[in-house]
């Protein structure tokens, strides 16, 4: 039970140091995005749908959906905010502040997710990786908040929000229904992240390199982890 909220103090400890390597992050972020986006779809795709189907399946099928809760929540926040801006003024705060909430939200449901897949340590671990290049790539935009904030508030805020995800995430592991709802709800917010706020809308060739070398080395560790053990 406990992994995931580890992993989540790392993350959360790497997101307060990040400032050191946001220079390397700024120059390379492309890259880490493509890396990271390849390794969680074939994550999602091959091992946690999987689970959720097999959870599902032992308790209501009306569960499933949740994971369409998940992904649509996420986009109608997103279509109402873009919806209501009439100005450039605006649009600049707002652009900030949706920043500032965006980041909160998708690094408090990396946490919330890192803690769900206790049950199955070997998801948890795959999961960290990503996640640790996420957090990383990160640093430019928490830079960026940090230095037109008037307080160090915010920072620890944002800081904080992959363990927040994760402490609040342990209290929905000990109850089968509200586990598999959780469960559901954080995987297709997963999706949503992956498939709008990740994956590169630029498609370079360096970029489909990387996202193909997650993509194929992650599927290929799957498929022999579940062959094999």
Known sequence: MYLGIYFAVILSIIHFI????ANFTKKHIMKIMSLAAGILLSILFLEMLPIFTNLVKDTDPLLFLFPLMGFVGFHSIRAYNFKHIKTKK???ARFRKNHIIAFFIEHFILGFML???FRTPLVSILLFLPF???TVS???LLKIIDKTSKTAMPKLILGSSTLLGALVGTFFSFHKVLFAAAFGYALG???YIVSRDIMPQEEKKEN???FSIGLASTTILLIVIQTFF
């Open 18 to 21: 990040s400032e050191y390597f």
């Open 189 to 191: 917010s997963l999706l």
């Open 115 to 117: 803690t769900l897949t």
């Open 208 to 210: 489909l390199t990387f």
């Open 90 to 92: 605006e649009l600049k």
């Open 132 to 134: 640790i290049l996420l």
């Open 138 to 140: 990160s640093s430019v």
